[in-house]
């Protein structure tokens, strides 16, 4: 399992578990996020995660990535996920990271 905070991926069964929830992804969307944990706090540049999810035909997919973050980020905030964030850099890429939460006591 990949686990950052609420956030899990089991990368054998290609699922992901907000709170232990299932949250249903597509193929893509599943690939995009995977890729992103396993590089948790990383910037991944949009071209390393274009090749990465749709390999060699990376000019025809710009739009389509952001489409994806998009459709991912609204998913986990819909599971409630509430401690990791997927970021746009600009002008650098996307992170997936853990917030700081500050404790209300």
């Given at each position: 399992?990949?686990?950052?905070?609420?956030?899990?991926l089991?990368?054998?069964k290609r699922k992901v578990f907000v709170c232990?929830?299932?949250?249903?992804?597509?193929?893509?969307?599943?690939?995009?996020?995977?890729?992103?944990?396993?590089?948790?706090?990383?910037?991944?540049n949009q071209g390393e995660l274009i090749q990465h999810?749709?390999?060699?035909?990376?000019?025809?997919?710009?739009?389509?990535l952001r489409t994806h973050i998009y459709v991912i980020r609204r998913k986990l905030k819909e599971a409630g996920l509430k401690d990791v964030e997927l970021t746009n850099i600009v002008n650098q890429g996307y992170c997936l990271r853990i917030l700081e939460i500050e404790d209300p006591s």
């Open positions: 399992l990949i686990e950052i905070g609420d956030l899990k089991d990368p054998v232990d929830r299932l949250v249903r992804m597509t193929a893509k969307e599943y690939a995009i996020l995977e890729y992103l944990a396993t590089n948790q706090g990383m910037i991944i999810t749709w390999g060699d035909e990376e000019a025809l997919f710009s739009n389509s």
